[in-house]
């Protein structure tokens, strides 16, 4: 066992750390210092969306330890950004899954960062099931339905979407700006990312399906598990940045002539989210170093998303009581790491859809 | 970053489990009962067929009769040992004193124990806390008078686990007043038989005996058994508590997967309305979260673990991992006799109890966890003190 990152690891996090310090202040007003698009076109420069992609077709041949190192910087700052849906998850699906002539005109635009795909995947029952799909649509037909909670869907150039067709669940990659495709904002606490995608007789062609027709969760099953672990990555690097705050605060903020961190309430407050960080991380890094190498993990997967998600939101949760009355302001920066945390655990299964995974992986009938 | 076993561990934890296969734990008698950390219960005859295979010493230095083999394959012998339920209970205690005895023993202690730990045949007490110096160890009042080539020990130390079917024990003695309270003290290796030692039993809540008390009237040891200079005895403890809270709770993770399995054995098997237990939506989310917690709490020991090969002292993970693996243990057991309902309480010696009465046992012991080796109060200020460098309150 190694828990050191390489050398290369080592300065991609460095080089991360600088750029995000530079674009993602601290005292940055609610939504961030630029939209989402903007500082795209500077982390295309420095090869981030291209990380898990082939040099042949423009990446920089990344592994998944190496994106979830990149991730856990990104949370540490508060990154807004289409990075793990589109440049994890939906870079994946059209990796394995595009056919030929798609993948090579669609992927090195992806590495590129000139274009983005957002995943059209949730529906009225929030279910991250083939059950729940009733979007129709057919390869030579037709996309007819409606998606919920797709992330970026108003920045993404293209989406990923399943849909039920006589086969069984498909996935399609098609453009958003394609006819009968219409986006509506999803009001949330957490930024207002989420859009409700609806197609009205959308045209999709057979090489827009990943994949074969009526496999769409062969295709998309692995790439939710990258998305899982993205967002631990993600979770843990908010959570830490949290410690980090919070241990900070608690040396300087004076009350009854000390230091709030000489209390023990406040101590011990502290320690507990350095246990919240310390202990997700491992889980997490080796759930994807597991992924990396092909071996069977989807339990793996399933407990790094769900005692991740757990974790780091009872580290957000806590700082709230040891900043006191700061940390409910909208100035402070707490409650922006809280509400990343609390998006990205709910996303590429909840914890009830994790815990199933689980259940069974433990051998509960 | 690497987090697999290689190949030479894989095989080494084979021929472990071949081992358990051969030597099925249910077979060695039981001399006393299991603290609960997931050590499992104390068994000589046990330890002594693990010496025989030569796991006692395996990564001690040669001139010591080790073999010299990597930390990381001990790790993979308690994880065995733990998921089978072994009744290793003595083994952390030795190894760790033997770990100390190589680093800063006498000639006398490492030409006479040595030898005999690597057999299995000497186990150790730790005689560290008082009637009045529990979490404040640094008032503990027993003292040693040297006395030429002698020191007379006299004192009353507490809770010390095993200490009446162990050999010997690890006395912690004041030598000297110093002005700083943490300087003056020293450690002797004090043999069970010594004259002027009266050893009692501390019956438990469990109704079992696993703690006893030590009373040191002129127990008079020769200078061969300092373990580590006089007057450096805390400095050498307390690299040793780093580790020794390491070490204690290691094995607590594989422990608690195997009472994890046993209740999913049981949840598959008892009904409940007209379904399996298994069945239960609260049941179900509750032990997979719990199978969720303990991965994590694993994967952050062989963090320590890790931490601890590479020369590090990682004094505050330690006393971290500690504060999750007892904090889950007790999370675990107390959903357990949730989940066993109305047969939960019932003892082993009932022929209704439930998984043998294994877990109801379990979260007797699990009471203790918090508090020994270091409360979790205490290990949180140390967290918070030398991890995160919050102020100290004084």
């Not at chain 2, 590090?312 to 057991?333: C, F, I």
Request: aromatic residues 6%; hydrophobic residues 45%.
């Amino acid at each position: 066992m190694d828990f050191r990152p390489s050398e290369a690891q080592q300065l991609l996090v460095a080089a991360a750390r600088d750029f995000l310090a530079r674009h993602c202040p601290i005292d940055a007003p609610p939504g961030g210092p630029a939209a989402p698009k903007d500082l795209w076109t500077e982390m295309a420069l420095l090869g981030w969306p291209g990380l898990l992609v082939p040099g042949d077709l423009g990446g920089s041949d990344g592994t998944l330890l190496d994106v979830m190192l990149l991730v856990e910087e990104m949370g540490r700052f508060d990154l807004e950004s289409p990075y793990i849906a589109s440049a994890v998850a939906a870079t994946s699906m059209l990796l394995a899954s595009a056919v030929p002539a798609r993948r090579r005109a669609v992927v090195p635009e992806m590495a590129l960062g000139r274009r983005t795909a957002a995943l059209a995947l949730l529906e009225e029952s929030g279910e991250l099931t083939p059950q729940a799909i009733s979007t129709r649509g057919e390869p030579g037909g037709r996309l007819q339905g409606r998606k919920l909670c797709v992330r970026d869907a108003d920045i993404a150039h293209d989406l990923i979407v399943t849909a039920r067709g006589e086969s069984g669940v498909s996935v399609f990659h098609v453009q958003r700006a394609r006819a009968g495709i219409t986006c509506e904002a999803m009001p949330s606490i957490d930024g207002n990312r989420l859009f409700a995608v609806t197609f009205d007789g959308v045209d999709v062609a057979p090489a827009d399906m990943l994949g074969d027709a009526g496999a769409g969760w062969d295709v998309l099953r692995p790439a939710l598990a990258l998305g899982a672990l993205a967002r631990c990555a993600e979770m843990i690097g908010a959570a830490a940045r949290i410690l980090d705050l919070a241990v900070e605060h608690a040396k300087t903020r004076v009350q009854s002539g000390r230091p709030i961190g000489s209390f023990q309430a406040i101590q011990h407050a502290c320690a507990d989210l350095l246990r919240g960080v310390e202990s997700a991380r491992p889980l997490a890094l080796s759930a994807a170093w597991r992924v990396e190498r092909g071996q069977p993990s989807d339990a793996e997967v399933a407990m790094a998303k769900s005692y991740t998600g757990d974790a780091c939101l009872s580290v957000a949760r806590k700082a709230h009581q040891i900043f006191g009355a700061i940390g409910y302001c909208e100035e402070h920066p707490l409650h922006r790491f809280h509400k990343r945390i609390l998006a990205a655990r709910l996303e590429y299964g909840d914890a009830v859809h994790h815990a199933e995974t689980i259940a069974r992986a433990i051998g509960l009938v | 970053m690497d987090f697999g076993f290689s190949v030479a561990e894989e095989a080494f934890a084979e021929k472990v489990r071949a081992f358990l296969r051969r030597h099925p734990p249910a077979s060695f008698p039981r001399d006393g009962m299991d603290a609960g950390y997931g050590s499992g219960a104390a068994s000589r005859a046990f330890m002594r067929a693990l010496g025989a295979e030569g796991w006692l010493s395996m990564t001690w230095p040669r001139r010591f009769g080790g073999e010299e083999r990597p930390m990381m394959e001990k790790l993979v012998l308690l994880e065995e040992l733990a998921l089978a339920g072994a009744p290793f209970g003595p083994l952390s205690g030795a190894d760790q004193t033997a770990e100390a005895i190589i680093r800063v023993g006498t000639p006398y202690l490492q030409s006479e124990l040595l030898p005999r730990i690597a057999r299995g045949d000497a186990t150790f007490w730790q005689g560290f806390s008082e009637p009045g110096a529990g979490s404040d160890l640094l008032s503990l009042t027993t003292e040693a008078r040297r006395d030429g080539d002698y020191y007379v020990i006299n004192g009353h130390k507490i809770w010390s686990s095993h200490a009446g079917i162990a050999d010997f024990g690890l006395v912690l003695a004041r030598t000297s007043r110093e002005a700083r309270r943490s300087h003056g003290l020293t450690m002797f290796v004090v043999a069970n038989q010594t004259s002027g030692m009266e050893i009692r039993p501390i019956r438990s809540l469990t109704g079992e005996v696993y703690h006893y008390e030590v009373f040191l009237d002129d127990v008079r040891v020769p200078r061969d058994v300092l373990l580590g200079p006089e007057g450096e005895g805390f400095a050498a403890l307390l690299g040793g508590l780093d580790t020794d809270r390491f070490w204690g709770r290691f094995y607590k993770a594989p422990a608690l997967k195997r009472l994890l399995l046993r209740l999913v054995q049981h949840a598959n098997t008892v009904t409940r309305d007209g379904q399996p237990l298994a069945r239960d939506a609260a049941v179900r989310r509750g032990l997979a979260g719990l199978a969720a917690e303990i991965e994590a709490l694993r994967a952050m020991f062989y963090r320590v673990g890790w931490l601890i090969q590479n020369g590090e002292r990682a004094g505050h993970e330690s006393a971290l991992a500690k504060v999750m693996a007892d904090e889950l243990g007790q999370k675990l057991t107390a959903f357990a006799m949730d989940a066993l309902g109305a047969f939960g309480p019932l003892a082993e010696a009932s022929q209704w109890a439930p998984l043998g009465g294994e877990m109801a046992h379990a979260y007797l012991t699990s009471l203790g966890h918090t508090i020994a080796g270091g409360t979790s109060e205490i290990l949180r200020t140390t967290v918070a003190t030398r991890g995160l460098g919050l102020p100290t309150q004084r």
